[in-house]
């Protein structure tokens, strides 16, 4: 049976699911969410997903939101992506969803996806900064290692990776940040690696 991830190219949370599904060699297919039309404040998606998000993992009898959560269900069903210390795994994994991809996601889409005058310039330079610190920290991480934990990709990385392929703006130049920089290319020379507008379908014409 495939497995359906409910998602769109946009999303780094939902390419954080579809990266991992991807490097796990697990049989998935994109359903297109058409998020920038509404589709997840809809009666039918709330039905699939009472928070409205995406991405949703569906399999048989197996509905799963949350990236994170959706990533550990790979990594348990297939026994990769967790080799290493699960606990400098996890560490990582739940930084990303709080430090990482939550500030990096709601900078880029107020900074591209919201109309010009509809960008709140205040909340955009506070978490501005909020997303530079982050940086920092992970190109610190990063300065002394090949991979987020351990010595070969794990969920970490998928984590972490989320949202630093995209081409929109919101801070992050790769730059100024040479180790993320050298590590997004060790990730990307990985057997199926796509871009997540490759991974994924999305809406051209709403990007920025």
């Not at 991979?147 to 929109?168: F, K, Q």
């Not at 790769?174 to 379908?201: C, E, V």
Request: proline residues 6%; aromatic residues 12%.
């Amino acid at each position: 049976m495939t497995a359906k991830l409910y998602c769109f190219g946009e999303s780094g949370n939902a390419y954080k699911a579809a990266l991992t599904m991807t490097l796990a060699g697990y049989d998935w297919e994109p359903v297109f969410v058409d998020f920038f039309r509404g589709e997840t404040r809809s009666p039918e998606y709330l039905a699939l997903n009472e928070m409205g998000e995406a991405p949703v993992f569906v399999e048989g009898d197996v509905t799963l939101t949350q990236s994170g959560l959706i990533q550990m269900h790979i990594a348990e069903k297939t026994g990769k992506l967790m080799e290493g210390d699960r606990n400098e795994i996890l560490r990582w994994l739940f930084w990303d969803n709080h430090k990482g991809s939550s500030q990096f996601g709601a900078l880029r889409f107020m900074m591209n996806f919201l109309p010009e005058e509809k960008r709140p310039q205040a909340a955009i330079q506070w978490l501005s900064g909020r997303a530079q610190a982050a940086l920092k920290t992970l190109e610190r991480h990063l300065e002394s290692r090949d991979w987020m934990a351990g010595d070969a990709p794990t969920l970490a990385d998928t984590a972490c990776c989320g949202y630093l392929y995209y081409p929109e703006p919101f801070g992050f130049e790769r730059t100024n940040f040479p180790a993320i920089s050298a590590w997004l290319d060790r990730i990307a020379a990985l057997p199926g690696w796509k871009h997540p507008y490759d991974m994924m379908p999305g809406n051209p014409a709403d990007r920025a």
